[in-house]
């Protein structure tokens, strides 16, 4: 009774018991279908939690060194300055010609200087960041050159009032016209619109988890030679926050690093750390390494998994054991059916087959479901948790496969207590 | 009738071991009942006679003795075996009918075939042959719980039928039948014996009993006596036997 057709009339006949009482059989799913349905949706969350993360540094650049000022705690800054409120802080000039210099394995060092302040065109205002910076910066961070050209080695000695944006910020300064050769205003000095460019990695997004991102003002960025940065905006920048101005002494805000390739990143990180001890006399830098936060990220994904992993596996042995229970029941319940089908000519294995068959029924069935709302419930908290999920076909076979094999193990049991029953005892059964 | 016995009990034995005691449900029966008989077993409550007929059903191990069906010793034989003869040979009717409630009609007659590995759609037209020769012929698709209890034992006696088998048990058939019903099913008993099938049947009434060829009267475990009947069937056979082949005894 192997053969395909009667597995076939097996399945269906435990289709039709369990169909009997819809009820307990809908109640006994249940524990699959959460448990399933869990297993799916934790999975696509953390996957898409992970994508994102791992994203986020990819686009810091795996080949990177990327060196921060950060403003020191406040007693500091006030004790280091005779003048009220003007903090004074950060990397320096000489900080990046030094690492241009002495670095080993050092490829392009790019110093970066970042000033939030509006841009102007004819009444449109925009606040932006103002990013003053060298001509690498395209290569570096992988921007896409939309049309003109990006900053070159001349606008940097000639201290030309140049500058690209991105595509966003000349999407809200120039709606009805073409922004390149125009002038833009940012304090008050005038700049030319000589390019157009685009984040490579806002493209890598895909259309529908970037939608909210694209008119934020992060994307808002007007690129200008640092030697423009430097001369036009002073050493003391302004900053507006929460009504009261701020000033600081800031010469740098970052130098990104990139190094000839990632093998070469390790040993550099202790030079660069030396080196700025000796020439900072407080901690106002970072040091962020992406290819260390990218294996960070993979092992917090891992144990992420692990975690999930057990969460799975007792939310399936629950489902499980209340299978088990309940065919525990159904066998008593239906002793006097299994007297009958032994003494019609039904052998153990029968009887095994065909209350195995009627769990594994159930716990497919209440996989299937599971797979179906698990599906569901990331496409929800991504809709209203503005979350990436992921939903991978590896993920759904696993729930899928389990749940199946719960059946199995769970059914065993209850199977074979109802095949040993003598057929004697179990017609008289009342 | 031919002379080789379908069944052969020698000395059979069943001993239910409770521990404390040993009740001896059967001590020691020896039988043989031919093929095409038509056999009922009567007797006190507690005499034996279910036990007696579910050794005969290959549903129980007896403790003792030997137990030939159609020539083959079934006690030496193992759990699958069991079930093979249970499926091919034999038919059973109980007294509580035991139908599958799940199931419908057809599908009931056609469980012993699905045993042997027969899809229904194969055996179809015989399961519905038989529906309609113990006249359900219109009640297919109905599940047993939409039948009475007439009805249901009918399906019970077209599934006994269904694998074609040497002998039909039936333990009590009318038990839980009025009498009106209970003769019905008695006849189609007749008629089915009448064709040529073995019946072995257990009852309380003498009228049920009255049908049968041989009355076996059990006690205590064993056969106290039996009772030789002549049918109205056998008289007329024997009474024709007379006038071609024999000259009357001096
Ligand atoms: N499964 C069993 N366990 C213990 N004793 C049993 C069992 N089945 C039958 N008996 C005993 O065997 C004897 C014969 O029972 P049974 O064959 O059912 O009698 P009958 O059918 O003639 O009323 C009784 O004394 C009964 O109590
Ligand atoms: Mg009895």
């Given amino acids: 009774m192997i053969n395909a057709p009667a597995i076939l009339l097996t399945v269906q006949l435990g289709i039709k018991s369990l169909l009997l009482h819809k009820l307990r059989s809908g109640l006994t799913m249940l524990g699959i279908i959460f448990g399933v349905c869990s297993v799916i949706a934790m999975l696509a969350i953390g996957e898409g939690g992970s994508y994102e993360a791992q994203q986020a540094i990819k686009k810091l650049g795996s ?19 005779g003048r009220s409120r003007i903090s004074d802080y950060g990397l320096t000039y000489s900080d990046a010609g030094r690492m241009q210099t002495t670095l080993v394995g050092a490829q392009h060092v790019l110093p970066m200087r970042i000033i939030r302040d509006s841009v102007r065109f004819n009444r449109f205002v925009v606040p932006s960041q103002i990013i003053g910076t060298h001509p690498s910066y395209a290569q570096i961070t992988g921007l896409d050159i939309v049309r003109g050209r990006f900053l070159t080695q001349n606008d940097e000695t000639h201290i030309d009032n140049v500058c690209i944006m991105t595509v966003s910020l000349a999407n809200q300064l120039f709606p009805f016209q073409d922004p390149l050769d125009e002038e833009v205003r940012v304090g008050m000095d005038y700049y ?34 640092l030697s423009c940065a430097r001369s036009r905006f002073g050493e003391i920048l302004f900053r507006r926050s929460a009504g009261s101005f701020e000033a600081e002494r800031v010469q740098l805000h970052q130098i990104t690093v990139q190094m000839i390739d990632t093998d070469a990143i390790e040993p550099a990180v202790p030079d660069i750390e030396a080196m700025l001890r000796h020439f900072h006399t407080k901690k106002d830098y970072e040091i962020i390494v992406p290819l260390q936060l990218l294996r960070q990220a993979e092992q917090t994904k891992r144990i992420f998994n692990v975690v999930l992993g057990s969460i799975a596996a007792i939310s399936l042995l629950v489902g499980g054991i209340g299978i088990m229970n309940i065919m525990l029941a159904t066998v008593t319940e239906r002793t006097r059916e299994i007297g009958v089908r032994r003494a019609l000519g039904a052998r153990k294995k029968d009887i095994i087959t065909q209350f195995l068959v009627e769990t594994v029924v159930l716990s497919l069935g209440g996989g299937l479901i599971g797979v179906a709302v698990g599906v569901l419930v990331p496409m929800i908290v991504s809709y209203f948790a503005d979350m990436k999920t992921i939903i991978t076909f590896s993920s759904l076979a696993l729930a899928f496969g389990i749940s199946g094999l719960t059946g199995i193990i769970f059914g065993i049991y209850p199977a074979r207590r109802a095949a040993n029953l003598s057929p004697i005892e179990a017609l008289r059964h009342e | ?170 333990d009590e058939p009318t038990g839980n039948l009025d009498s009106a019903t209970g003769t019905e099913i008695l006849n189609l008993l007749d008629k089915l014996n009448a064709e040529g099938k073995t019946i072995v049947l257990v009852t309380h009434g003498e009228e049920v009993a009255e049908r049968a060829h041989r009355v076996l009267h059990m006690k205590d475990g064993v056969i106290d006596h039996e009772i030789h009947q002549r049918t109205l069937q056998h008289v007329v056979e024997e009474l024709e036997h007379d006038d071609t082949a024999e000259a009357p005894a001096p």
């Fill in chain 1, 192 to 225: 030319r619109v000589v390019g157009l460019v685009r984040e490579k990695s806002s493209m890598d997004k895909r259309p529908g988890a970037s939608a909210p991102d694209s008119g934020k003002a992060l994307d808002n960025n007007l690129y200008i030679p």
């Fill in chain 1, 63 to 81: 080949n990177n060194i990327i060196i921060r000022s950060i403003k020191p705690s406040e007693s500091n800054v006030v004790g280091s300055s």
């Fill in chain 2, 1 to 170: 009738m031919s002379s080789s016995p379908i069944i052969r009990l020698e000395g059979l034995e069943k001993t239910y071991d409770l521990g404390a005691i040993k009740v001896r449900a059967l001590r020691g029966v020896s039988l043989d009942i031919q093929a095409g008989s038509y056999v009922a077993i009567m007797g006190p409550s507690g005499s034996g006679k279910s036990t007696m007929l579910n050794m005969l059903g290959c549903l129980d191990r007896p403790s003792g003795g030997a137990y030939y069906l159609g020539g083959e010793d079934v006690s030496k034989m193992d759990d699958d075996e069991l079930s093979a003869v249970r499926g091919k040979r034999l038919g059973f009717i109980f007294q509580s009918y035991n139908l599958i409630d799940q199931l419908t009609v057809i599908e009931n007659i056609h469980v012993p075939l699905f045993y042997q590995g027969r899809d229904i759609n194969e055996c179809y037209d015989h399961c519905v042959n038989l529906a309609k020769l113990v006249g359900l012929g219109d009640r297919l698709h109905h599940r047993p719980k939409e039948l009475s209890g007439g009805q249901q034992q009918r399906v019970a006696i077209a599934r006994s039928l269904v694998n074609d088998p040497l002998m039909i048990l039936a």
